[in-house]
């Protein structure tokens, strides 16, 4: 079964001031769709991969064929990274829950975790994310280039900030800076939680 762009799961506008709908057009309709039918393109040559879910393709690098495995990096991740980042954006949601005590309790204060994240998303040089996952039971800052995905390396995401220019330059132009403090603000914690508590289990 090829893979399929998944419905934004709000309106376009939902994020702003923050993040504008037009941006939010462009980045869904467009980016984000162009991954998705690269990645299809890719598992033409071998078809028995459209049985795995993109998650699995991403878990097992070395089971992908060597021919296609890059395409699979940056279309697979393209793909698998948007779904991900959508599902934890929603505007004015209180950081609160175990979450936001575990972050604490790791990096000393909500604020010292605010500062290390956005200096991994400001110095990430070129095009990529910055995460908070869990590895190895511990919560972790990490930055990936491109579109490669932490669930490659072992890690659960738990939140996810897109630093490609087509993620904020319409709104922003060159002060990524701004952008990332505003992401601050879209931030759903209620899913962020949920997602710390499952992986917990």
């Known amino acids: 079964m090829t893979h399929e762009l998944k419905p934004l799961p709000y309106p376009y506008d939902s994020l702003e001031p923050y993040i504008d709908k037009e941006t939010m057009e ?27 879910k993109v998650e699995e393709l991403l878990w097992d690098l070395n089971s992908i064929p060597e021919g296609i495995r890059q395409a699979v ?4 991740g393209g793909t698998y990274n948007h779904n991900f980042f959508w599902s934890i ?20 204060s909500f604020e010292e975790f605010k500062k290390s994240f956005s200096d991994a998303a400001t110095t990430l040089f070129g095009s990529g994310w910055a995460w908070l996952v869990l590895k190895d039971g511990k919560l972790e800052i990490m930055q990936t280039k491109n579109q490669n995905s932490p669930i490659s390396n072992g890690a659960v995401p738990l939140i996810a900030i897109d630093v490609w220019e087509h993620a904020y330059y ?16 879209v931030i759903n914690w209620e899913k962020v939680n949920e997602l710390f508590m499952s992986s917990k289990e």
């Open 170 to 185: 319409l709104k922003y132009q060159n002060k990524r800076p701004e952008y990332i403090e505003n992401f601050f603000n």
């Open 89 to 108: 954006l929603k505007k004015d949601v209180n950081p609160e829950g175990e979450i936001f005590e575990e972050i604490k309790k790791v990096f000393g």
């Open 73 to 76: 990096i940056n279309h697979g």
């Open 26 to 52: 462009i980045h869904h309709d467009k980016h984000h769709r162009t991954y998705v039918n690269k990645l299809n393109n890719a598992l033409e040559k071998n078809p028995e991969l459209f049985e795995k």
